[in-house]
């Protein structure tokens, strides 16, 4: 299904963006304070995350997700946030006499996501493009026979291009 604020495009995520029942987690890339403008048209100086990962939006952190974060890593200071994996999930709250959708961060460190390693070269795989590590792996797998990092993947494929000329040759 997807909610009407999805179509509108903001600059920064919103509770609408995470589906029902469903959680985002993701990695600190830089907290900082910036000039927000607000659906009023209204702008106010907000601390905002962004984030490693490719194509999520940042977030406005408000007092609470800041305290959470703090309680997380056992830091108030933003600067040591950098790196940190949060899991925002969606949750409702009374706010303006209403009981609206909010975005929260989750009490708990998040799993540590599974380690993957090049076959050829022994390095652990990143994310490259619209890829995590995992899709990285899954693709190689799929296409090599093996689970290659990005430079690797490369190599293979000009190998069996090479390969494929000779033997039209």
Same mark, same amino acid.
């Given at each position: 299904m997807t909610h009407f604020k999805k179509l509108m495009n903001p600059n920064y995520l919103g =509770?609408? =963006?995470i589906d029902p029942g469903q959680e985002l987690t993701v990695t600190i890339a830089s907290v900082k304070q910036e000039m927000v403008m607000g659906p009023d048209g209204k702008k106010e100086e907000c601390i905002v995350a962004h984030f490693q990962e490719?194509?999520?939006?940042?977030?406005?952190?408000?007092?609470t997700n800041c305290k959470s974060i703090a309680r997380l890593y056992k830091t108030p200071y933003i600067e040591n946030w950098?790196?940190?994996k949060i899991t925002i999930h969606v949750q409702q709250v009374k706010a303006f006499g209403d009981v609206v959708d909010a975005l929260r961060i989750k009490p708990v460190l998040p799993a540590a996501a599974p380690e993957f390693k090049c076959a050829e070269c022994g390095a652990v795989l990143k994310p490259y493009g619209q890829l995590n590590a995992r899709g990285l792996a899954d693709y190689t797998r799929k296409n090599y026979g093996k689970v290659l990092c990005a430079e690797c993947a490369q190599k293979a494929k000009e190998t069996a291009e090479k390969q494929e000329e000779k033997k039209e040759d």
């Open positions: =509770a609408y =963006a490719q194509g999520i939006k940042p977030i406005i952190l408000n007092a950098v790196g940190k």
